[in-house]
């Protein structure tokens, strides 16, 4: 293979680790489908049930994790991190059963949280000690869960978020600056943790660090991570980690599923870089937000029910607002990955089980019009919007007037955003001046006939008496011609 730097070996296969190499890359049938995925966003950051990104902020002092930490496990001088994560004992947990109910819910993909930022592996890791096998768990939480997802069907993914951990952790190497503990090292000062809260003293404020050290470390631990449990999707938590480095890792990941695949890869690699040059090797990821309009290429939003690592203090999102956010992504050509935040145990509280619960109903009468389907000539119609772009996920406030339509062949799906007091859905786009010809109406869950007329401004449906389910009706409609 030419060109490949000796440190960053891949398996030889189809791609090579460079732009134009990866570029010939096409995403796989079988995510375009899917629609769905579900991710355990899950580590012993979910101990305190205090929120995201804990291990940063109880070292940052005035944040409130930083004075809940003190007030209920010790000052970070004393009880730090390290201390933490043998906390984390996962005794609950049940993968066979939570992806029993993710399967019922319509996910056909399942990620696992690999590592954090917090640089806690939830594998077998072969170059990080502080891992789940050996430190809190003691259980291969990764392979546990990549078993599960298998038996019951889904496709198996995991996300590393390990790129920023190097810098996003140098607030452990601080110490307060006032009250009793003023100038009093936090413990990530101590060297004889530095495998757990590395030698980053005097790092700078990115998000990814231009350590050189670094950049081969990460490398080897996620092609550890890859080589033992052969993901079919892997998403970082960054842009492409250090171009040439990331270039590699695409490479072997796509070159070992090729192998598995009869040359052709079935893996799909996830970042959050918008540069079109950049997701072009793979999908656009974008956290807590979304497209504004339909997309010639495949991408996906990766958002949590509550709070990434449980919070006990955390608004849910409602049932309506997950169906209708996933019902307008869809349309546009875009994927959920949606996080359950599993309590420290590893189980779900009611809320989120009733969600899944909802999910599961309104998936078994609507996943006709999601499955498989792609964007049809228009992603919908109606005044309301949504709002582009990450970490904006608003509930919208929709309307009758409001459609999102998918398509397979001359089959379009109409998705009615609000469900309609007087039994009445008028579609503009479907208007026998713009579309062609209706052959044919019905409405998914219900088995007899609905009346409908095509006229020139639009087509009239009359949905059934009897509601179909609660949230989001979907209209079938043949089209001739």
């Not at 079988?30 to 966003?41: E, N, S, V």
């Not at 955003?417 to 998914?444: C, D, H, W």
């Amino acid at each position: 293979m030419s060109g490949f730097l000796p440190k960053y070996p891949i398996e030889p296969g189809p791609f090579e680790p460079t732009w134009e190499s990866l570029r010939t890359y096409r995403v796989p049938e079988w995510y375009r489908d899917a629609k769905l995925g579900i991710w355990a966003h899950w580590g012993p950051q979910s101990v305190p049930m205090f929120g995201d990104w804990y291990a940063r902020h109880m070292y940052i002092e005035g944040e409130r994790q930083y004075r809940h930490h003190w007030r209920v496990y010790g000052h970070p001088s004393k009880h730090g991190w390290k201390d933490v994560v043998k906390l984390w004992k996962a005794e609950k947990f049940d993968p066979e059963g939570l992806m029993k109910l993710y399967a019922a819910a319509g996910a056909k993909y399942f990620t696992a949280q690999a590592v954090h930022h917090d640089n806690f592996d939830n594998w077998d890791s072969a170059h990080n000690p502080w891992n789940a096998t050996k430190v809190g768990p003691m259980r291969d939480i990764v392979g546990a869960w990549a078993a599960a997802a298998r038996k019951e069907g889904l496709r198996f993914g995991v996300t590393e978020h390990l790129g920023a951990s190097f810098s996003w952790w140098r607030v452990n190497k601080g110490a307060d600056k006032t009250g009793p503990y003023a100038g009093v090292p936090y413990d990530g000062n101590d060297p004889a943790f530095r495998d757990l809260y590395h030698d980053n003293q005097g790092e700078k404020d990115a998000w990814l660090t231009d350590n050189p050290a670094w950049h081969e470390h990460w490398f080897k631990r996620i092609k550890d991570l890859v080589d033992k449990y052969q993901p079919d999707l892997l998403y970082s938590d960054s842009d492409l980690p250090w171009d040439r480095v990331g270039l590699s890792m695409v490479a072997h990941l796509y070159n070992l599923s090729a192998k598995r695949h009869g040359g052709r890869p079935e893996a799909v690699y996830t970042q959050k870089g918008r540069d079109p040059g950049m997701f072009s090797i793979g999908v656009l990821d974008i956290e807590r937000g979304q497209e504004n309009e339909a997309k010639p290429y495949v991408w996906q939003t990766d958002t949590s029910v509550g709070d990434w690592f449980h919070d006990v203090g955390y608004a849910y999102k409602t049932p309506s607002h997950v169906i209708e956010m996933f019902v307008d992504m869809v349309s546009k050509n875009g994927c959920l990955l949606l996080n359950f935040s599993q309590h420290p145990d590893g189980t779900l509280d009611e809320e989120q089980l009733h969600l899944l619960k909802v999910m599961a109903g309104w998936i078994g009468v609507n996943g006709e019009g999601i499955y498989g389907t792609r964007p049809w000539t228009v992603a919908g119609e109606g005044a309301s919007s949504i709002e582009a772009g990450s970490f904006k996920e608003k509930q919208v406030a929709w309307t009758t007037a409001d459609f999102r339509f998918t398509a397979k062949g001359k089959t379009v799906y109409a998705f009615q955003m609000r469900y309609p007091g007087n039994r009445e859905a008028f579609i503009r786009s479907l208007a026998s001046a713009k579309a062609a010809r209706v052959a044919g109406v019905s409405v998914l869950g219900h088995a007899g006939k609905v009346v409908w007329r095509q006229l020139e401004d639009g087509l009239l449906v009359n949905l059934p008496e009897k509601q179909v389910c609660d949230l989001v009706p979907c209209i079938k409609v043949e089209l001739a011609g």
